[in-house]
């Protein structure tokens, strides 16, 4: 095992009203890994998310991120600190342009002002160029450069689907949150987004932490998987002993068959 | 030729409105709010230029910015105050605190300073007449005219290639998606404020030179015709509400024309009458099902 983690969640939970939607789950995420969070519907995997992003703030336990407690922080600064995430259902600004959909996550980088833009000052142009040279490089690794002044909405999905994650990129995170990235997408398309996850990993030196349902996706690039049931960690180990671990297999119930067929 | 001098007229009036307007849309199109304080912002504008130019004996232009400066300080308290924690709640509850926040400042301003109104001195700009072929145009028509489509092409700007304005579209998009790329919501909501609020106190002082008379009731009518304005284009677009200014502009001013100058507050309602019946999303707006 490496040193640092990246990510520790620690006991954390969360209640919403009498309901225990997360309760003590652990987890412990360490440089460069892809690992897994999978479960059955309304498990809490994304309840899992919008906690670490400071969307909910949990009600019990801690989340740790580089060595520093980031529980209750709001969302935009989780984000500055190096988390970004895409979401299940997309949620791309539709009504901006490909390039624009970038550019506005890449903001917290940019060091020009409002008023160096409004003043036109070489600050706001030097700014903008970076910020362009940038997003564009990450548009073309996601082959969306020659769409970049296409309205975001007028993209095919899954295009808009790979938009969400360079998006996501342009925040410059150091753990990047992908939930369902393949959903909705046909095996050619699921395979192509598996080698770009990959490569971008690589690329920009990147934790990836993957809710999925497509198990194949899942089994294939991950290297360690943790198991979600109704709020609890039921499982966590490599893909091999989560498909053997019978705790997973009734969590999933007829499912079962669809994980060996799929694998 | 008469016809063209007033559309001239109107299109110079329709500025004004423009300028308001576009303060409502920004509002609208990022937090879903009618900001009827908004005429409050445009008469406080006006006071501030007035101070800057009588009392302080500035010049147009220098009182033009002091009054924007301050009108975006108001605007953004006015936010801070009374309407960031009703974010989360019911939209009624917002728009009838903005309804309060309007009587309040009105109130408050009469409270401290009297109802007194004040005159603004006739020689701020250059008043001449200018013949261009046959029609007399009056030179403070065309600078109010100029200034106001300098400060909409600043906005332009500002919205369409800026960081700000890039952070406001996405925002008014989809504000939590917005915070979870990195953009701080509570500031790109103020600087919105901040903006819209700088063209209504920049419409003030150009009110003020024009009808020289400027008084603490004064910003309530013309907020109305700007929300009618806005509504006209379509409320969240902000060429909407320049094209409706000009438009509602240019109706008053020929209604008046015509010898109807009684009805010439009417018309501006019953445009919005009209509108709501028959196109409710107003001249750009797109009549999509409201988003849930």
Redesign the interface.
């Given at each position: 095992m490496k040193e640092q983690p990246i990510l520790e969640l620690k006991d954390l939970g969360i209640q919403f009203g009498g309901l225990k939607a997360v309760d003590k789950l652990n987890m412990t995420l360490y440089d460069n890994e892809l690992i897994g969070l999978i479960g059955p519907n309304g498990a809490g995997k994304t309840t899992v998310f919008n906690m670490i992003?400071g969307?909910y703030t949990p009600t019990e336990g801690d989340i740790v991120f580089r060595g520093e407690r980031i529980n209750g922080l709001?969302?935009?600064k989780v984000?500055?600190k190096g988390i970004?995430?895409t979401?299940q259902n997309i949620?791309?600004?539709?009504?901006?342009s490909v390039l624009?959909n970038v550019?506005?996550?890449n903001?917290?980088l940019?060091g020009?002002s409002?008023f160096s833009?409004?003043f036109r000052m070489p600050k706001?142009f030097i700014?903008?160029r970076e910020m362009e040279l940038k997003s564009m490089q990450l548009l073309k690794i996601f082959e969306l450069d020659g769409l970049k002044d296409e309205l975001a909405k007028n993209l095919p999905y899954g295009m808009q689907r790979r938009l969400e994650i360079a998006?996501?990129l342009?925040?410059a995170p150091k753990l990047l949150l992908l939930d369902e990235p393949a959903a909705g997408m046909n095996p050619q398309e699921t395979k192509e987004l598996m080698d770009l996850i990959h490569f971008v990993r690589k690329q920009y030196d990147l934790t990836i932490l993957l809710i999925e349902h497509d198990m194949r996706l899942v089994m294939g690039i991950c290297e360690r998987i943790y198991v979600l049931d109704h709020g609890q960690l039921i499982a966590h180990g490599t893909g091999e002993e989560i498909r053997n671990d019978p705790k997973v297999i009734e969590a999933y119930l007829g499912e079962e068959v669809s994980i060996d067929a799929q694998s | 030729m008469e016809w063209l001098q007033q559309i001239i007229n109107g299109i110079s009036l329709g500025s004004i409105y423009a300028l308001i307007a576009l303060g409502y849309t920004m509002v609208y199109g990022i937090i879903k709010l009618i900001n009827f304080a908004h005429g409050e912002v445009f008469m406080i504008g006006a006071f501030t230029g007035f101070v800057a130019i009588v009392h302080f004996e500035l010049s147009f232009v220098p009182a033009l910015i002091i009054a924007m400066f301050t009108c975006s300080v108001v605007g953004v308290l006015i936010e801070r105050i009374a309407y960031k924690r009703l974010r989360e709640s019911t939209r009624i509850a917002a728009l009838i605190t903005a309804i309060g926040m309007s009587l309040f400042i009105q109130y408050l301003f009469i409270y401290f300073r009297g109802a007194e109104p004040e005159a603004y001195p006739q020689d701020v700009l250059p008043e001449r007449t200018l013949d261009i072929f046959g029609v007399k145009v009056s030179m403070q028509a065309l600078l109010i005219l100029f200034i106001s489509i300098v400060l909409m092409i600043l906005l332009q700007f500002i919205v369409q290639k800026t960081k700000i304005g890039r952070a406001m579209r996405a925002v008014s998009y989809d504000k939590d998606a917005a915070r979870l790329m990195g953009i701080n919501v509570d500031n790109t909501i103020s600087a919105t404020f901040a903006i819209g609020s700088a063209l209504a106190g920049a419409a003030g002082v150009i009110f003020g030179i024009y009808y020289t008379k400027i008084d603490p009731l004064m910003g309530l009518i013309p907020g109305l015709k700007a929300f009618v304005a806005a509504v006209l284009g379509g409320i969240g677009i902000i060429p909407g509400a320049m094209v409706g200014g000009f438009i509602l502009g240019i109706v008053e001013t020929l209604v008046s024309a015509a010898g109807f100058s009684l009805f010439r507050d009417a018309a501006a309602f019953i445009i919005l009458i009209l509108i709501l019946l028959f196109r409710p999303a107003g001249i750009f707006g797109k009549n999509t099902k409201e988003k849930v």
């Open positions: 992003t969307v709001p969302p935009f984000t500055r970004s995430r979401f949620r791309l600004f539709n009504d901006l624009d550019k506005v996550a903001h917290s940019a020009h409002v833009s409004m706001h700014g903008e998006r996501a342009a925040a | -």
